[in-house]
């Protein structure tokens, strides 16, 4: 074979190679696994923010206490983690920061809270009573009024899904915005890949930042 014809046949072998590991990249990116990072501590001290972790899609049947990844009910284009706390027919409540699902209080080793007596603005109140409403399962609902760590109880309507984060103080979650929907899902978090601490003024260089033992953990 000719010098021009040996290239041209290499230049294809390795334009099909490209391809095909496209293609096979996409296909486990759409239906298998996906990597994804922890941008907020919203879930400290589970996930970190500078966490990289891979996301398992195929198969994956939602279950109360997983680790889930799922699109953003208020932006469509945004992806969140949070932890499963409600399935649908669960009753939910909090008080003084305590979780009880159908009338047993949880033991949540992972939560993490630090201001207990936190309250949420009026307006914000407010905006958490709305939605929740129509899912209130007895009580008063003309003085309803539920906070960040009182409210409640509320029932998970059908294909809907409750999420919380770990970091109890710091987390935009279920108790604002409201139900997930189970269609929503796109896997569960199974193995951190890589961590590291986000840069900053103040932040170490680069090598000085690697959370060396928080790689190929898996969390919890």
């Not at 003309?142 to 009182?150: A, V």
Request: hydrophobic content about 40%; charged content about 20%; proline content about 10%.
């Amino acid at each position: 074979m000719s010098g021009p014809a040996r290239s041209h046949s290499a230049l294809r072998v390795w334009t099909w190679a490209i391809v095909a590991t496209i293609a096979v990249w996409l296909v486990l990116r759409t239906f298998v696994i996906e990597a994804f990072r922890i941008p907020s501590g919203s879930m400290e001290s589970t996930l970190l923010p500078g966490d990289l972790v891979f996301v398992r899609k195929l198969h994956y049947v939602p279950r109360r206490g997983d680790l889930v990844v799922f699109q953003s009910v208020e932006d469509s284009g945004r992806k969140l983690v949070k932890r499963l706390i409600g399935l649908p027919g669960d009753t939910l409540l909090m008080e003084a920061g305590a979780l009880i699902r159908n009338g047993v209080p949880l033991s949540e080793p992972y939560a993490v809270g630090t201001d207990p007596f936190r309250s949420e603005s009026p307006a914000t109140r407010e905006r958490m009573r709305a939605w929740q409403l129509p899912h209130l399962a007895g009580g008063d609902p003309g003085g309803y009024l539920p906070d960040l760590h009182d409210w409640g109880p509320i029932v998970v309507p059908p294909d809907s899904l409750f999420f919380l984060g770990d970091n109890r103080d710091a987390s935009y979650d279920g108790r604002y915005w409201g139900f997930a929907s189970r269609e929503s899902v796109r896997g569960h978090p199974f193995l951190i890949y890589f961590s590291c601490e986000p840069a900053g003024s103040h932040a170490p260089p680069f090598p000085e930042r690697i959370r060396w033992r928080r790689i190929l953990s898996s969390p919890e």
